[in-house]
């Protein structure tokens, strides 16, 4: 485990290097993908185990279509299937989307509930898509863990898991409270571009003098 001086230098390095989402042109945003509450939580369901530009290309036609939990319930099965065929597994995240709709009619009143506990009630909703809408739609700092910022902090040492619930623990509990609000725009970024899966760019390394994985294999 890093220092918590090493932690904070990190943020520090990469809050310099890249643009917060909505300073930035990236796709998500520019699309409108988490414009409502609504969006944001159909577009995170549909984004497990897909690039966001597969993600895009599913959100954009469905919600020309739709923009309520109704209106998507009420939507023919066929139908959404034929429009988020993009996106991974889209047989049964048809179904989900559906039994999280009704669910959230149901038990919600049609409004999406604003605790992590009952987001996670949800189906096809798991600790990566909840954490993602407490941050950016209820305004509740917490950093959520996709593959790419699993990989980073394991190799930068700051865990030592094949676990991303552990990872998505521990690091929401080392983070310092400055950073934390826009901790995962920062990280997935930086292991998008540099900290990649194969052949990572150590050398373009804003981070490499605090990365074990570095340490080990070119200091």
């Not at 409004?111 to 990566?128: F, S």
């Not at 930068?156 to 509990?173: A, C, P, Q, R």
């Not at 950073?179 to 899966?197: P, S």
Request: net charge neutral; charged share 20%.
């Amino acid at each position: 485990m890093l220092a918590k001086s090493e932690i904070s230098s990190i943020y520090k390095s990469l809050s310099n290097a890249y643009p917060t989402f909505d300073q930035s042109d990236d796709e998500w945003m520019t699309n409108g993908l988490s414009s409502t509450p609504f969006r944001s939580i159909v577009s995170a369901a549909l984004s497990t185990m897909t690039t966001t530009k597969r993600v895009v290309a599913a959100c954009v036609p469905l919600y020309k279509k739709v923009s309520t939990f109704e209106e998507l319930l009420a939507l023919d099965d066929e139908e959404l299937r034929s429009i988020i065929k993009p996106v991974a597994h889209y047989n049964k995240k048809t179904k989900s989307l559906k039994m999280m709709c009704k669910q959230i009619i149901d038990r919600h009143g049609g409004k999406l509930p604003d605790t992590k506990e009952e987001l996670l009630q949800l189906q096809g909703i798991g600790l990566k898509c909840s954490s993602l809408i407490m941050n950016f739609i209820f305004d509740t700092p917490l950093i959520a863990v996709d593959t790419h910022i699993h990989r980073l902090l394991n190799r930068l040492g700051i865990v030592d898991t094949t676990s991303t619930d552990v990872t998505t623990k521990v690091i929401n509990e080392v983070t310092p409270s400055q950073y934390k609000k826009h901790a995962h725009e920062w990280l997935i970024q930086h292991g998008m571009k540099v900290c990649v899966a194969r052949s990572p760019h150590c050398d373009d390394c804003i981070i490499s003098s605090h990365c074990a994985h570095f340490s080990e294999h070119y200091a």
